[in-house]
């Protein structure tokens, strides 16, 4: 079973700029992507952006394009989010899954890390 662990968060004003790393630990990993998630208090979770596991390519929810970038290190199990430009509606627990072709997370979830945005 895939145990994943988010890293990263903070408090951070308006317009800055925060990474956060997600490493994945299993016997044999070999997802077919892995995303990020995030839940605003208050809210649903949602869905942030994705990475395939193999050919790295990325997708992004409408409202973090041009502001988020997703990467991966295969080598280390770990992927990262490079959040720029951040507005108080970022506030939230980020997340990291492994995700299924369609887009769905299909591992259990971590404890996540806090982003909080200040104006």
């Known amino acids: 079973q895939v145990q994943l662990v988010e890293s990263g968060g903070g408090l951070v004003q308006a317009g800055g700029s925060l990474t956060l790393s997600c490493v994945a630990s299993?016997?044999?990993?070999?997802?077919?992507?892995m995303g990020w998630f995030r839940q605003a208090p208050g809210k649903e979770r949602e869905f942030v952006a994705r990475?395939?596991?193999?050919?790295?390519?990325?997708y992004y929810a409408d409202s973090m394009k041009g502001r988020f970038a997703i990467s991966r290190d295969n080598a280390k199990n770990t992927i990262y989010l490079q959040m720029n430009s951040l507005k108080p509606e970022d506030t939230a627990v980020y997340y990291c899954?492994?995700?299924?072709?369609?887009?769905?997370?299909?591992?259990?979830w971590g404890q996540g890390t806090h982003v909080t945005v200040s104006s």
């Open positions: 299993a016997r044999t990993f070999r997802p077919y992507g």
């Open positions: 990475i395939t596991w193999s050919g790295g390519r990325t």
């Open positions: 899954n492994t995700i299924t072709a369609g887009g769905n997370p299909s591992s259990p």
